[in-house]
């Protein structure tokens, strides 16, 4: 059985990203929620090495919106052999990079889903792990260190603290002692200032370092790009032997 991941917002560039180096991957699936289908083929057939075959092969589409708990439950639930009368397996991970204001919404709606796929189905074996795309600038859990470099302490404590309450609210949902317990585990990444696409690069040809911090020891930096967001999601979350382990309950500041 290959290892299913459930993406949301996967029009936007990092999780673009992250399910481009997944899709071009063996032994994995993954089923996309998504507003505009259309939208998603065309970002992905932008990628480079993504086919039509590919597409057919590795990507369920499910067109919907993310506060919508019935659509959110079809995409956690895989068709395994692909035939609709076949038992519905629970995705092995979620990966969600929804940008939408108010994103805590989207956020009770993924608790609700899960709660009801478990009551509905009392033999659910595996637990997802979810990994979600927060910020930096949030000055939480209590005792976590500035995370914003001075630069940007203006732009992220003042004009964007509206937003981030949002962000924190999304956190804080997650955290939950009860909400989290749907989870094997949950792993917040708070990248800093985005930048490009999210079109994926080969191997070579990124030549910068990504850091990775948690919340107590973050990184601080300037930008980082989707891309490169998408590539340290894939290969910490997804392709690690682990799967990763190492940064479940973590807030992982992610900069060059
Ligand atoms: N901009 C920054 O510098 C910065 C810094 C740190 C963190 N972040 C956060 O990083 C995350 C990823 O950013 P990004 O730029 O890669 O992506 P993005 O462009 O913000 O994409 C957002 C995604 O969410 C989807 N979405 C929003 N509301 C939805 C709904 N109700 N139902 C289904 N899908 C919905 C969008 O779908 P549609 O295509 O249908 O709109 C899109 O796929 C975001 O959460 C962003 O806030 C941003």
Known sequence: MPYTVAFFGATGGCTNACLTHLLLSSDYKAIALVRTPQKLIDSLKRQPGITDAILAQKLSIVQGDATDVAT?????????????????KLVDAIISGIGAYPRQQTTTTLVSALREIYAEQQQ??????????STTGLASPAGAKEDVPIGLRTLYHSLLAEPHKDKKRMEEI???????????????????????????????????????????????????SRADVGRWIWKNMLLSEDRGEKWIGRRVSLAY
Not at 73 to 86: E, M, V, W
Not at 124 to 133: G, M, R, S
Not at 201 to 213: C, E, F, L, N
């Open 72 to 88: 959110v439950k079809r995409t956690l639930l895989f068709q395994g052999d692909g035939h609709a009368n076949s038992t519905p």
């Open 124 to 133: 659910q074996e595996n637990k997802p792990v979810v990994t979600v795309i």
């Open 174 to 224: 997650l955290s939950d002692k009860e909400n989290s317990a749907l989870f094997r585990g949950v792993v917040i990444v708070r990248p800093t200032l985005l930048k490009g696409d999210g079109i994926v690069q080969s191997k070579d040809a990124s030549s910068k370092t990504v850091r990775a911090g948690t919340e107590f020891e973050p990184v601080t930096g300037y930008t980082i």
